[in-house]
């Protein structure tokens, strides 16, 4: 295991592994505060978007600390999960997340890429992501990637944070995530990596823009869902094959 000396000094990048490793211990709490718990109901309405069939495999990516997987392993009880992500501490906190959910026995937490998946083709029923696609930095070759693994038929869910559009609401929201959470998210955590949220979700394509990069991808949008005045974006599709 890396020491907390050698931790520091790794150079932390916006959106890198080591970035999250910085803030694992106190991510969940800050989630919870800054979404006022309302994405864990986005996380449920990804899982539920997979429609998942029995006995089914799913590959979790940016698993971070295992809510979206400790998520789908509930809701379809026969299923089993494996999580991947770069952040080596993210995952240390979702191993035990997962032993005390009593899912260890469905879920496996691994360390890799997004961007290089080590699974054969077609080699799970449901793929998704929450929160961590605007994070790669080859967003289209992740993608070809998720296509790739993803089974004929089986589905791609993707959850990820936008800039709200248009009315009141629109203007709230857009005021809570650029001032609200970098102000807040700094305040209570003294990190400086909530400045990255509000630049990272201002810089992430508007959703008719990433429904085309998905097409280009070799995933078929089947819908674009927008969550809590447009804060949030569901992206699910299907994988399209070569014949």
Known sequence: MTSPEKALAVPVHDGSGAMFDAIAARYDFMNRILSMGIDQRWRRK????LALPDNARVLDLATGTADLAIRVARDAPSA????LDPSQRMLEVGRSKVQAAGLASR??????DAQELPFEADSFDGVCIAFGIRNVPDRPRAL???ARVTRPGGRIAILELSEPEGGLMGVLARFHVHTVVPTLGALLSGAHEYRYLQRSIAAFPAARLF???????????????????GVCHLYVGSPRKSP
């Not at 990804?46 to 978007?49: E, H, L, M, N, Y």
């Not at 879920?107 to 890799?112: F, S, Y």
């Open 46 to 49: 990804t899982a539920k978007a």
């Open 80 to 83: 089993h999960v494996t999580g």
């Open 107 to 112: 879920i496996v937490l691994t360390q890799g």
């Open 144 to 146: 070809r990637e998720m």
């Open 211 to 229: 429904s085309t990069m998905l097409s280009e991808a070799s995933i078929e949008p089947l819908s674009v869902i927008p969550l809590t005045f």
